[in-house]
């Protein structure tokens, strides 16, 4: 039980510190030691009320026009996912995980967090090809793990500045993780067990999101982003490591 609660305070004091890679860390830590098809719903359950906390917070910073259309991309790539979690091989789920981590922490770590043209050039970027293909392909990992981390690096280039980054995923992470619990629910992964397991847990999730959120207010955020993605880069290559 101690692992849990390690991995719920860690996770979402990220959480509160960046917007997302909460699953990321959650994930990681207990996936050394149990499966992802009983790690992803504890996770789903108990970061739903982050989300709403976060995009409250931020709520002058939403924007429609980069929320919905990117939702919809998630939502399509997330019935491939939670198909793919629930007849894929553990260890090889874990290896593919562990690569998604390794270059998602890649990725932000040398091309940086968050978009530096205007909002107006950010929203056209959405629906280009590529990005199409990049928001589709977030939904299939978000289905498979819930890792908002590949998502993160795609709304980073659509938003610009730390709250309209926070705000608009921390609302397509409401909207997709509605979906997910009905699909969840659906296939038979979201259980009672893991029901009772994530509201065991919601007191250690409060307490890391609010000493992430205070400590977002006086730490440098490019900082910290930074070390936490390069402990995220090690943890995903341990991953593959031990699972290889």
Known sequence: MFIWIAAAFAAFFVKGLCGFAN??????????????????PVELVLGYPSNIIIAWRERKNLRPAVVIPISVMV???SLLGVFLLKNTDVRLVKIVFGAVVVLVGAEILFRGMHNSGSAEESSRKILTPGMLFFGILSGIICGMYGVGALLGAYISRVTKGSGAFKANICAVFLIKNTFRLITYTAAGILTAGALLMALKLVPFMLLGLFAGIKAASFLDEKVTARLITITLIISGAALIITNW
């Open 23 to 40: 699953t990321l860390v959650f994930n990681t830590i207990l996936s050394f030691s149990g499966s992802n098809i009983s790690i992803s």
């Open 75 to 77: 939502m399509a790539g």
